[in-house]
């Protein structure tokens, strides 16, 4: 049975917004001349096949549904689990349903802890059990080294043959069609990532790739699972965030006089207040809301999924004062301009003229706004979680991870890999929004143009 | 100058009013102060007296706006509104969960926080001035395309990480520095210097990248190209002309946050147990004491319009053209 999460509607919501938008633009010479200069960078287009991996990977994440549990008796109705699994879940099975009992490293075939331990004889012993599933399959750990060694190599193998396949349908298809973008930076970016995706695929059949957190579940999968969360929060604030943006800056710049004065205080006042602060002012009341109003949801998904979309809404509704400044000024110049002064002379309506007018010319600034905002909301999110602000404690995010990886910082020799996994994921997946959002800014800012 | 500066003050006040009624806002209506009593003492089987109990204690039990049980003035000054947020005015900020008064617990916590915040404002933007000049002086060479790439690559590391990667290496493996704590006096040294350290290097990445953008467009001004024209060494050139007037920008730029410094980092101060008001803060939004972020939210925003107002001061210092009306 499917299930729609209010923020899995919203994402699909977006993508089709997207696509829309890429079509618009892909009809119209003077819209398309800025994307063709963003995809003649070099940096951009690596970095656009990195984030089409986390796309994707928070896109499967993105369609829910409740699986039908077996029928007690033939012919009985259906009946459907209380917990939501996304088609991630499903690719994933293996990773998720394999639990440990708590820690263990990354590829480890014993556990973290020493354990009383029943020998076949009776006696028991102290020592380090065997994992109930990470490197289950050996008979002999003396195999190990090896095993790993030849799943490394054919993963390799994999990845190198389907990297050739696709750059070799790609000369076909995509480098005839468009020439001038630089293909070899795709390539090179997809080569990277599958020659990490096949070793670490062929591995996760057998091992714990990123090791088992304390209560044993494999750690590769949260942060694969925290992709959605991270992908959310940085894209679904847009929502709220660019109509408040576009409304209260450009209404400022353009009509001056009192409603530039009224969005001025208003803005004014909200920056005024430190962001953390703001933002955990209302989270502390939506949580206070959420705890009385518990009755309202069927599952705790659901009930996570709400508070996520709240935090979205937060983080919008605290952060729209820096657009929204943006273009009160940009306004503000073009308001003076003399074709707006000659629309003005013929009699055209405000409306006319900011749709046709204004909005169009300020659109450059609302894409680099937006694209320049996406890696410092996925920052926020570690922060605001680790600060208790965050997302709901039963959603995997990066900031989850940390804050619960966090506390076993003393343990010696520390358990590192639920901190790395989190950090490695979270600096890949901010790294290419920088790089992307530089090349975008270029490519949209008229200054630089020749 | 004084006129304006009264000017501004007077301005201040509306932005600081409408501070107060959001708090108001989000505090008391959104939710009522029943919700918030049960929320703190839990959810299930709470019976009403305790609820009452927990409101009067804290003196929410009155009316939110205008009290009719009272006679003259009191029908509004013996309501939560006035008790609770328009008291915040003259710093009147009331009691903590824990009972303690939280004008006085700022007034201590302050010192730590500071003891932080100063050290790494000033090293980091000698740091980032450094390297952003640094990066000018080569631009479009191989030195500075590095540096920029390396400031992209910093900028996308979360504070988190650097935070406890440095607790790591020098504190754990390197036994340099104490991991967490502080001591008063010439103590806090040693306890300090870690989260300075990690703190500048958090800057780094962004604040080097925004000052080189505003070196190079101070480089492509026309009294450079006459500085060079009249045969000026490119070094002079760079710090007798460009730096300063770079400076200007830099300058302004920064004055903003000095009042804000006196709040502390939420995040370090709580990774490294210093007692300022950034760790205080982090407890009371742990805690859920409403009281202690509230009137945290008001200090914050009276010290950004001191900020505001320091900034546009030090324009007409800084910058002779620019005066004040």
Redesign the interface.
Known sequence: MPVFLPTDALVWLLVAAVAAFAWTCSRRPHLAAPWARVFRSRAAVASLVVLAAYVLVGLLDSLHYRPQLPAKSPGAPAVYAVEARSLLDVVLTPLRTRLEKTYSAPLATRLYQKEQVEQPDGRSVREYPRLRHGGAHLKDEAGWGRDVAWRILGGLAAAAVLWSLLVLAARRTLVRRWPEVPWGAAAAALGALLLLVGPAALLATGYHVLGTDRVGSDVLYQALKSIRTSLVIGTLTTLVLLPLGIVAGVAAGYFKGWVDDVIQ??Y???????G???I???V??L???L??H?GWFATSAERADVRLLALCAILGLTSWTGLARLLRGEALKLSELEYIQAAHAFGVSHARILGRHILPNVSHIIIIALVMDF?GLV?AE??LS????GVDPSTTS?GTM?NAA?LE?AREP?VWWS?AAA?AF??TL??AA??FA?AVRDGFDPRVRV | MISYIVRRVLYAI??LV??NL??FL??FL??TPD??A??QLG?KRVTPEAIQKWKAERGYDKPLVYNDAEAGARKLTNTIFFEKSVKLFVFELGRAEDNRDIANEIRTRMWPSLALAIPVFLIGIAVNITFALGMAFFRATALDLTGVVLC??M???????YI?GG??LLS?LWHLVPISGYAGGFDALKFVVLPVIIGVIGGIGSGSRWYRTLFLEEMGKDYVRTARAKGLAEPVVMFRHVLKNALIPILTGVVVVIP?LF?GS??AESFFGIPGLGSY??DA??A?D?AV??S??FI??VL??VG?LLTDISYTLVDPRVRLN
């Open positions: 205080y208003l004014t006042t909200l920056n005024s207040i430190p953390v602060l703001l955990a002012a209302f502390l009341m949580q206070v809301f705890d009385n518990a890696s920052l570690a922060v680790y600060v208790g602000v990066f940390i966090r910082m520390m901190l950090f979270m600096f901010v790294l920088n790089l530089d | 509306p932005i409408g501070v959001l708090t989000l505090f959104v939710n919700d918030m049960r929320m959810q992209v690559a900028m996308s590391v979360s504070t988190l990480f406890i607790q790591y754990k804000l709040m939420l995040i803060t982090i939004i742990q859920q409403f972020v509230r945290m939210v914050g925003s950004y319009i505001l």
